[in-house]
Nanobody, 123 residues
Framework: QVQLVESGGGLVQAGGSLRLSCAAS????????MGWFRQAPGKEREFVGR????????SYANSVKGRFTISGDNAKNTVVLEMNSLKPEDTAVYYC????????????????WGQGTQVTVSS
């Protein structure tokens, strides 16, 4: 019932910034929690952060706290992941997810997933 499309990935030097967007369509009201996850080659998908529409509340993984910011634009049904002070270890495919369950850091809480967008940080 919800479709998600990520965009904005690319190649950036360490210390640089990127803005990822997640465009949602369909019955977005049924999925108020928007999460960002990432997966590096050979590793499990890991939690990056989440955003709850309406309240605007957020939470972040310790590895990105203070560097990444998640925000939403209800009118455009878009969730943005602003990434600053990027490090080589941030290199991964980043996925947007939508759901209504808890906890937000668990991928099992999400019902819908985007196709992912590649972020590569060079040193």
């Amino acid at each position: 019932q919800v479709q998600l499309v990520e965009s904005g990935g690319g190649l950036v030097q360490a210390g640089g910034s990127l803005r990822l967007s997640c465009a949602a369509s369909g019955r977005t009201s049924s999925s108020p929690v928007m999460g960002w996850f990432r997966q590096a080659p050979g590793k499990e998908r890991e939690f990056v952060g989440r955003f709850t529409r309406g309240t605007g509340t957020t939470s972040y993984a310790n590895s990105v706290k203070g560097r990444f910011t998640i925000s939403g634009d209800n009118a455009k049904n878009t969730v943005v992941l602003e990434m600053n002070s990027l490090k080589p270890e941030d290199t991964a495919v980043y996925y947007c997810a939508a759901g209504s369950k808890l906890p937000g850091w668990d991928e099992r809480a999400y019902d819908y997933w985007g196709q992912g967008t590649q972020v590569t940080v060079s040193s």
